[in-house]
């Protein structure tokens, strides 16, 4: 069964910083993995997906994850935080076999930003 | 603009009444969904509608009924039965099912209180 866990509910950076924030994913074939941002009572917006092309995926706002699979994990990362960062972010897998429409969203990890 | 919307914004509820919720899409696509989001716990998967007629239930479906009588329209009442009705609730869609690596595309969700 597919299973995705965040580390850390809450993570605090300096503006300038930089952002790293896990994830940890369990598929017993080869995953698609997302994540998504979502900001104070607003709806989720995808920063960027890994569908098995590059290991190195580039999404929006300047964030950027790697696919590790001796790891299993893909981890979301921004060399320069900014105070507009500061939202909730959300892992997310799924597969080819996945039931239906099943996509499994982790817990999320909420980011702060220090002036 | 293409997208996804939802109403209303706020919903109250009185004890034993019953509630719909709405969500319309403009994006043709074929699949949609429905989340409950409480604080911690990441999204939970209520229902989800592959095609026109047809939708299944996820993880929390009790206490929760829909109907896709309209490719754009997904409406969810939250029934007198479910107890614990206050959430943040999120609608979805894909082109596709997601076990195909289709992005989900999110509304900006409703907030259901319990008066």
């Known amino acids: 069964a597919q299973s995705v866990t965040q580390l850390g509910s809450h993570v605090s950076v300096s503006e300038g910083a930089l952002v790293l924030l896990r994830c940890n994913y369990s598929?017993?074939?080869?995953?698609?993995l997302f994540w998504y941002v979502q900001y104070p009572n607003q709806g989720l917006q995808l920063l960027l997906k890994?569908?098995?092309?590059?290991?190195l995926v580039k999404g929006i706002n300047g964030f950027e994850a790697e696919f590790k699979k001796s790891e299993t994990s893909f981890h979301l990362t921004k060399p320069s935080a900014h105070m507009r960062d500061a939202a909730e972010y959300f892992c997310a897998v799924s597969d080819e076999y996945s039931s239906a429409s099943k996509i499994i969203f982790g817990s999320g990890t909420r980011l702060s930003i220090r002036p | 603009d293409g997208g996804i919307t939802q109403s209303p914004k706020y919903l109250f509820r009185k004890e034993g009444q019953n509630v719909t919720l709405s969500c319309e899409q403009n994006?043709?696509?074929?699949?949609m969904y429905w989340y409950r989001q409480d604080p911690g716990q990441g999204l939970r998967l209520i229902y989800y509608s592959q095609i026109v007629n047809d939708f299944q239930k996820g993880d929390i479906a009790e206490g929760y009924s829909v109907s896709r009588e309209k490719k754009e329209s997904f409406p969810l009442t939250v029934t007198s039965a479910q107890k614990n009705p206050t959430a943040f609730y999120l609608c979805?869609?894909?082109?596709?099912?997601?076990?195909?690596?289709?992005?989900?595309?999110f509304g900006p969700g409703t907030r259901l209180l319990v008066l």
């Open positions: 598929s017993s074939v080869p995953p698609y």
């Open positions: 994006l043709n696509h074929d699949a």
């Open positions: 979805a869609s894909s082109p596709r099912q997601v076990g195909t690596g289709e992005t989900q595309y």
């Open positions: 890994y569908t098995s092309a590059a290991t």
